[in-house]
């Protein structure tokens, strides 16, 4: 099966904690992302990396990284959690193109900060 | 930098009616402009798209239409079903993709 999938789908943790999200693709695209949506379904994306370039939205608390080993994979760390990283995070993955090109979701991993 | 606006942000319709999901956006510079579709508890999917040197794009029961005068989009979607009830996004992208707020679209059986 060729997707995008996304551990774990839930996670309870604690102010404090640090969190990895795991998200892989199989779908041979080139290019990898996270978007957060919060509890209003807003989305707004965190990070996007393809082999050579990595674009931070800077808006993004410096407590979250992206992790990859290959094009395949993009996992999302956050070192100390905050109550407001409570959100969905949302990993997607596409071909580069700068004219625009079809983003693939995960089914997304749920954070509840307590 | 780009906005895209959505509206409305809520809409419930009898199965059958049609709706209209509209969109307006600001970066003249936008070429791309996908529409995502989120079902309760699905993922993100994508259901159509148009770029800016298109005015009309139809797939199925899914009709969109573009204006670059006025930066308005909109989303027609027919005969609606149940399994229509979803958020809608609209998005424009100059190379970056922005999001607008959603739709939630609730089909009465």
């Known amino acids: 099966e060729t997707a995008v999938f996304q551990t774990p789908n839930y996670h309870v943790t604690q102010v404090g904690n640090e969190v990895s999200f795991n998200c892989k693709q199989t779908l041979g695209h080139d290019t990898m992302y996270w978007y957060k949506q919060d509890s209003k379904k807003l989305l707004k994306i965190m990070f996007s990396y393809n082999n050579k370039q990595l674009i931070v939205n800077e808006t993004v608390p410096r407590r979250f990284s992206p992790q990859s080993s290959d094009k395949a994979h993009l996992n999302l760390r956050i070192k100390s959690v905050e109550p407001e990283d409570s959100a969905v995070y949302l990993c997607?993955?596409?071909?580069?193109?700068?004219?625009?090109?079809?983003?693939?979701f995960g089914e997304g991993s749920r954070l509840i900060v307590v | 930098g780009e906005q895209v606006e959505q509206l409305p942000s809520s809409l419930i319709v009898q199965e059958g009616a049609s709706v209209l999901i509209n969109c307006s956006y600001t970066d003249s510079a936008s070429v791309y402009f996908p529409w995502y579709k989120q079902e309760p508890g699905k993922r993100l999917q994508f259901i159509i798209d148009i770029r800016s040197n298109m005015e009309r794009k139809q797939t199925q029961r899914l009709t969109l239409l573009f204006d670059k005068k006025t930066k308005h989009l909109s989303l027609h979607i027919t005969a609606t079903q149940p399994g229509d009830s979803a958020i809608y996004f609209c998005s424009a992208s100059n190379y970056q993709l922005i999001w607008g707020s959603g739709t939630k679209l609730i089909i009465k059986p």
């Open positions: 997607a993955s596409s071909y580069l193109d700068r004219a625009g090109n079809t983003l693939y």
